[in-house]
C-alpha cells in the first residue's frame, strides 16, 4: 500500500464548541493535492454539521507549514492543459465556496509558510492569525499559469489593488510583518505563543450568538459585491431571524441581569 494514499490529508477534530481543519501533508509542507481541496470541503461540511462546533479553526499538522501553495507533482497527469485545468478546478472551486459560505467564523492559524493557494485559502478564512517567521507569497507568475479570478477578487478586496499587484506581479515571498501591514493577516504573534492566542481568541468568539456570527459573515459578503447583485433579502431574513430568536431574548436578559449570556443558537 502506498504510504501517501492512505494517509488522511486533512484531520477533523471536533472539540466542542471548537472544531478544528488540520491540513496533514508534512512531508511536502501540506501541499494541496486533488484530494487535499476534496478534504476540505468535506472537513467544512462536517464541521458545520456539528451544532456543538462555534468556530473552526484551520492549521497545518506542523508548525513548519500551513500550505506552501499547490502539489506541482501532479500538474503532467492532472492538469496539462487548459481543457484539464478546468476539470481539475471544479475540486479548489468547491472547497473554497465551502469555507466562504459556511455560517460558522473559520479562523485561520498559519505558521511556517502560506503559499501560492494556501494564500487562497487563508483568505477564504474569516480572520488570519500568523507566526512571526511565517514566509507568504503568491508565485503563480514563476509557473507560468495565472490566478483565478476569485482568488484575485478575494486577495484585491482584502490587501487592495496596488498591494495586489506587488503581490502577483513580482511573484515574490515577503514576511509576516508585511502581511500585516498589508491586511493580509489580522494579527501577528510569536511562534510559541500562536496556539494559544488562536484558542483564546476562538473560545471567546464562541460565546457569541451563533446566529448573529452567521448574519454578519453573510452580511460582509454581500457588501462586497456590486449593489445591484447584492442578496438583500437573504441578509434581512436573517437579521429578522435575530431578532425573533431565543439567543436574542437571553442576550436582553443577560444584559439586564449584568450576566454573561448561554446562547443555543436557536
Known amino acids: 500500500m502506498n504510504d501517501e494514499k492512505s494517509v488522511d490529508p486533512l484531520i477533523v477534530r471536533h472539540e466542542a464548541p471548537l472544531g478544528w481543519l488540520v491540513l496533514n501533508r508534512p512531508q511536502v509542507r501540506n501541499a494541496l493535492n486533488l484530494r487535499s481541496w476534496q478534504r476540505i470541503a468535506e472537513g467544512v461540511a462536517e464541521l458545520a454539521g456539528d451544532d456543538a462546533v462555534r468556530v473552526i479553526i484551520m492549521r497545518g499538522a506542523t508548525p513548519e507549514a500551513f ?18 485545468a478546468r476539470a481539475y478546478r471544479d475540486a479548489p472551486n468547491n472547497a473554497i465556496a465551502s469555507m466562504v459560505e459556511c455560517r460558522k ?32 507569497g503568491v508565485p503563480a507568475a514563476r509557473l507560468g499559469l495565472a490566478y483565478p479570478l476569485d482568488g484575485v ?12 499587484r506587488d503581490i502577483l506581479l513580482s ?4 514576511d509576516a510583518e508585511e502581511a500585516l501591514h498589508m491586511g493580509l493577516i489580522n494579527r501577528l504573534v510569536d511562534q510559541q505563543s500562536l496556539e494559544e ?20 459573515k453573510v452580511a460582509i459578503r454581500e457588501s462586497l459585491k456590486d449593489r445591484e447583485e447584492r ?36
Open 67 to 84: 500550505i506552501a501553495g499547490a502539489d506541482i507533482s501532479e500538474f503532467p497527469a492532472m492538469r496539462a492543459d487548459a481543457e484539464q
Open 153 to 164: 477578487v478575494m486577495l484585491t478586496q482584502t490587501v487592495g489593488p496596488a498591494n495586489a
Open 197 to 216: 492566542t488562536v484558542r483564546d481568541y476562538a473560545l471567546k468568539m464562541a460565546t457569541n450568538a451563533p446566529l448573529t456570527m452567521a448574519a454578519a
Open 105 to 136: 467564523p473559520i479562523i485561520a492559524m498559519i505558521s511556517g509558510v502560506c503559499i501560492g493557494g494556501g494564500v487562497q485559502v487563508a483568505l477564504a478564512c474569516d480572520i488570519r492569525i500568523a507566526a512571526r517567521g511565517t514566509r507568504m
Open 171 to 174: 511573484a515574490r515571498l515577503f
Open 231 to 266: 442578496d438583500a433579502k437573504t441578509v434581512s431574513t436573517m437579521v429578522a431571524r435575530c431578532f425573533d430568536s431565543d439567543d436574542y431574548r437571553e442576550g436582553v436578559r443577560a444584559f439586564l441581569e449584568k450576566r454573561r449570556p448561554t446562547f443555543s443558537g436557536r
